[in-house]
């Protein structure tokens, strides 16, 4: 079983719709939590980075983890093209940051 | 501005051969990893270092080698022995545990 596990799509979706990405991790020692977006051929970027259970808001942008059922998850309110990436999972096994295999997102006008 | 550099974009080599792929930082950051991504595979950890000469082996070490001798700097070597080295090649760093990475924009290594 991998660490953490991540749909990896493609999600389709038009523009203005709300979008719901979602991972899910084995290890309930699992603190830290983020979700990085990739453009192609770029290196990802981090959009949200959360501790333990709860929900952080950032802009359009809502990550949202349930340690309970070992879920995190993204949402992205008003989608626009531009959001069309693939967006990664991530979080920590000791000092090793463990990646999901990312879901392509497309936003179509 | 800070960040991380990672040169050439694109890296054309043929079987047999060893290369080496720069990363620069200039982020003041303690801690350095190197990834390679492959389609539908996600990040896999190849090598990182927390501190000047000293790095650790990632998931998939085999057929790569590392060196730390500056803290701005951590060069990977693909070596022959890398059985399937084609793939896109990311460097990042970041202040300490479980601190969010700061990423590259990588490097391609085509091997033919």
């Known amino acids: 079983q991998k660490e953490v596990e991540q749909d990896p799509g493609p999600l389709s979706v038009p523009e203005g719709a709300i979008v719901s990405l979602n991972c899910t991790y084995s290890?309930?020692?699992?603190?830290?939590f983020m979700w990085y977006r990739q453009y192609s051929r770029k290196g990802p970027e981090l959009l949200m980075y959360?501790?333990?259970?709860g929900n952080k808001e950032d802009g359009r942008f809502t990550a949202q983890v349930d340690k309970s059922s070992k879920y995190i998850s993204l949402f992205i309110r008003d989608s626009q093209p531009s959001d069309s990436a693939t967006y990664l999972c991530a979080s920590y096994n000791t000092d090793k940051l463990i990646f999901g295999t990312g879901t392509r997102l497309q936003v179509f006008p | 501005d800070g960040g991380i550099t990672q040169s050439p974009k694109y890296l054309f080599r043929k079987e047999g051969q060893n290369v080496t792929l720069s990363c620069e930082q200039n982020l003041n950051h303690d801690a350095m990893y190197w990834y390679r991504q492959d389609p539908g595979q996600g990040l896999r950890l190849i090598y990182y270092?927390?501190?000047?000469?000293?790095?650790q082996k990632g998931d998939i070490a085999e057929g790569y080698s590392v060196s730390r001798e500056k803290k701005e700097s951590f060069p990977l070597t693909v070596t022959s022995a890398q059985k399937n080295p084609t793939a896109f090649y990311l460097c990042a760093s970041t202040v300490g545990s479980n601190s969010p990475l700061h990423f590259g924009n990588g490097t391609r290594l085509t091997v033919t």
């Open positions: 290890n309930s020692a699992f603190q830290y």
């Open positions: 959360t501790y333990s259970s």
């Open positions: 270092s927390q501190i000047v000469n000293d790095f």
